[in-house]
């Protein structure tokens, strides 16, 4: 007799046991299937992800331009420095227009304004070393804003965002308010996570933007002085071929 309610007792822990398992299985499967896609996340975030959208193709398409653009050859060609200075320095002054000519860049539009100067006679020290830092200072304005456009995107993205959020929990509040017959911490809940997708998005769109930013600025900076170097060295050679 003991030996039976033992095993009766045995199997319904068994049986009890087994239905556990079977229901934690169930839930996990039910856990799954109430996952959401990326694309039904992102749709969540509200209309200003159409905005983020734009923002994040418009702030990749700059970092592969500037990828390409901000380079010293781009800026400052070593073949067309090396031939430039070698005619200047023989006194060639219209075939190194020329040659500017043939590569338009920063150092080409310095080197034109400081031939185009030294062309007219007289040459003033102090009025060639104007000419050639106002028109290397137009080039760096140039070179140095086009990275602006990144910061901008890097600054507006945040803040587009942070209007989502704002959207987000304008119609959380709505819908608690509004809306008597559904359950009210779902609708909650709904317009939360709108609000959070949409801060998400805005920084995920924001940071990497800030820091390309701060890359190509360094980056234009260091091209900048090697523009103001070599444009230095035209200055210097047309200095020295005064009067000869």
Same mark, same amino acid.
């Given at each position: ?11 319904? !822990? #068994?049986?009890?046991?087994? #239905?556990?398992?079977?229901? #934690? *299985? /169930? ?19 509200? %209309? ?14 700059? %970092? ?35 040659? $500017?000519?043939?590569?338009? $860049? ?5 080197? %034109? *304004?400081?031939?185009?100067?030294? =062309? ?39 803040? %587009? ?10 119609? /959380? ?14 609708? !909650? ?5 709108? *609000?959070?997708?949409? #801060? ?8 990497? /933007?800030?820091?390309?930013? *701060? ?26 071929? =005064?009067?000869?």
């Amino acid at each position: 007799m003991r030996m039976n309610i033992k095993w009766m007792t045995t199997l319904m !822990l #068994t049986l009890t046991a087994t #239905t556990a398992l079977a229901e #934690t *299985a /169930a839930g996990k499967d039910d856990l799954l299937s109430q996952k959401v896609s990326l694309m039904e996340m992102l749709s969540r975030g509200g %209309v200003v992800m159409v905005a983020l959208g734009v923002m994040s193709i418009v702030a990749l398409a700059l %970092v592969i331009y500037f990828f390409f653009i901000l380079r010293r050859n781009q800026v400052v060609p070593q073949m067309l420095k090396d031939d430039v200075l070698d005619k200047l320095e023989a006194g060639e002054l219209a075939d190194a227009r020329s040659a $500017c000519g043939y590569k338009p $860049c920063a150092f080409s539009e310095v080197t %034109v *304004a400081a031939i185009d100067y030294a =062309r007219t006679g007289d040459i003033s020290p102090a009025l060639m070393k104007d000419v050639v830092e106002s028109e290397g200072g137009r080039q760096a304005l140039i070179i140095q804003g086009q990275t602006q456009y990144l910061f901008d995107l890097a600054v507006l993205s945040p803040m %587009v965002g942070l209007l989502g959020t704002v959207f987000g929990m304008i119609h /959380a509040f709505n819908a608690v308010a509004l809306d008597l017959t559904k359950a009210k911490p779902m609708l !909650l809940a709904a317009g939360v996570g709108e *609000a959070l997708i949409a #801060t998400a998005a805005g920084l995920i769109v924001g940071i990497p /933007a800030m820091a390309f930013y *701060a890359y190509f600025r360094n980056r234009a900076a260091r091209i900048i002085a090697e523009l103001e170097v070599s444009s230095g060295q035209v200055m210097n050679i047309l200095l020295s071929k =005064r009067g000869k």
